[in-house]
């Protein structure tokens, strides 16, 4: 049995193989969540219990918009799937599909701001309201970054299909696999987060 010692080493051994956009982009989730974290703690001090009543009710934007990001993680665990089974076309077609459902969840988030302001909850109201603005702003912007990384791969698995030699190259670099690893992890850290703070708005409501 390893002892503390090595296990330490090990995992310093672990590091210095990652690829440096592996790290960057492990470093980067790190980072966001302590954000949120952070900001997760001032939205529950602020008194979460502002909300109840009042007839005020938890945006059916904000409930239909997780449904879709929690499907458009579904097709992004897919995507790795497809490119261990070289099925090109599908992984395109899952990334495409993914990027649809990234890109409605965001117009979602936008029009729960809207039923937020309806219901009198905005920036010049009690601080818990302003923080619903703020942690979703926050992750949307978060979410943008990896919408424009599936553009960038979508483009490029698109000129790849039409040359059967940079299909076959694409398939059997280490770099290619790594790239969709990546972007199916982020995404998939994006889907957590926002299931976090949308349980923490249904409480506060």
């Not at 497809?82 to 936008?110: C, H, N, P, W």
């Not at 912007?141 to 490029?156: E, Y």
């Amino acid at each position: 049995m390893m002892n503390q010692k090595e296990q330490r080493l090990g995992w310093f051994q672990r590091i210095e193989q990652m690829h440096p956009y592996e790290t960057l982009l492990y470093l980067g989730m790190f980072g966001s969540g302590l954000i949120f974290l952070f900001l997760t703690v001032a939205f529950l001090a602020s008194g979460v219990n502002q909300l109840e009543g009042y007839n005020r009710h938890i945006p059916f934007s904000f409930l239909a918009s997780t449904f879709l990001l929690v499907l458009s993680g579904y097709y992004a665990t897919k995507m790795r799937l497809y490119y261990q089974e070289e099925r090109l076309d599908k992984l395109q077609s899952a990334l495409f599909t993914t990027l649809i459902l990234g890109a409605v969840f965001t117009l979602l988030q936008f029009l729960g701001w809207k039923e937020l302001s309806l219901m009198g909850i905005d920036f010049k109201g009690i601080p818990s309201g302003s923080f619903l603005y703020v942690l979703s702003g926050i992750h949307i912007f978060h979410l943008l970054g990896a919408m424009i990384f599936a553009l960038i791969l979508l483009a490029q698995l698109n000129r790849n299909q039409k040359d059967e030699v940079k299909s076959l190259m694409l398939v059997v670099n280490p770099f290619e696999k790594m790239r969709i690893r990546l972007f199916t992890v982020y995404w998939r850290f994006m889907d957590a987060i926002w299931l976090i703070l949308f349980l923490l708005f249904v409480i506060s409501f």
